[in-house]
């Protein structure tokens, strides 16, 4: 069994070093993928312990030992780019009114809550710039760009190069066909797409800027799947929603099943972190 891994590790290794000069995307990146046949990536963070899109969910992210950490963006008024999903800060923490209509200073007095609506707790809201420097060589971002305003698009990709995070943050695009568009900002940028159908999927693999794209349950084209992971595709989809929570119901079993289902996913997008975590590494056997 040891013995199979190791080749399947090996395989998984040279595929990345292949796919990285193929396709326009970092090659550490897709060797460090490479080292596990699945990976988790944290919901905002570790949000169901900490405020989302927190230091401390983050924090937790990191010490539960998953791969990858999901975070949202958007921009203060005065262009201070900060982790908040919302439009408006009413949901998540102390504060009222708009994002793009707070200036930094002013988002600096309000505090996350615990839980959407819930008590406050002692967290502040983060810069980006905070987080590309906690997460440097802890854990992979990936960057979930809420802020409306294109133009700090450029600016998000500054401030990662700035901080020498190009090759551990994957950039989510919700339009595969602005791929082009934003390769041409920072090449050594992993651009991240959604793919709504078969025939995305094979636009984004034919643009040959990035093998990592976001699928979801709807695809049932299973051969098909199982040969592009077997060619080094890594495909993302999320238990999020409805099987994290009949996870929590139910057990492991859930997600026992969800892998039997979906083997040519490699990543997997969870608000249960800890729970996929065990599932993983057996200990919900022990």
């Known amino acids: 069994m040891i013995h199979v891994l190791t080749i399947f590790r090996v395989l998984l290794i040279v595929s990345s070093i292949l796919f990285s000069v193929a396709y326009g995307q970092s090659g550490r990146l897709l060797t460090k993928l490479s080292e596990k046949e699945q990976h988790i990536a944290a919901h905002r963070g570790a949000h169901k312990e900490f ?3 927190s230091i401390a969910s983050i924090l937790e992210a990191i010490r539960l030992g998953v791969s990858v950490v999901e975070i949202d963006i958007r921009s203060t008024k005065d262009g201070v780019l900060i982790l908040m999903h919302d439009g408006t800060v009413d949901r998540t923490t102390t504060g009222k009114g708009k994002v793009s209509q707070l200036t930094y200073a002013e988002i600096q007095t309000l505090y996350l809550r615990d839980t959407p609506a819930g008590a406050a707790s002692n967290c502040h809201i983060p810069t980006l710039k905070e987080v590309l420097r906690l997460c440097r060589g802890k854990i992979i971002l990936d960057i979930d760009f809420k802020e409306e305003n294109e133009k700090y698009v450029a600016k998000t990709f500054e401030l990662i190069a700035a901080e020498n995070m190009e090759d551990e943050v994957l950039f989510f695009l919700y339009d595969h066909r602005l ?5 041409k900002l920072n090449p050594r940028i992993t651009l991240f797409p959604r793919a709504r159908s078969m025939k995305d999927l094979h636009e984004i693999l034919k643009s040959k800027r990035t093998s990592i794209v976001h699928i979801d349950e709807s695809f049932d084209n ?5 040969k592009l992971k077997d060619q080094g595709v890594i495909l993302w989809m999320n238990t999020l929603g409805d099987t994290d929570e009949k996870a929590l119901r139910e057990g492991s079993t859930v997600y026992e ?7 040519y996913v490699r990543i997997i997008q969870t608000d249960n972190p800890s729970l996929w975590k065990n599932i993983l590494s057996g200990k919900h056997r022990q």
């Open 257 to 263: 099943i969800f892998l039997k289902k979906y083997p």
């Open 222 to 226: 299973y051969n098909e799947l199982v």
């Open 51 to 53: 405020p989302e899109n």
């Open 179 to 183: 791929i082009e568009k934003f390769y």
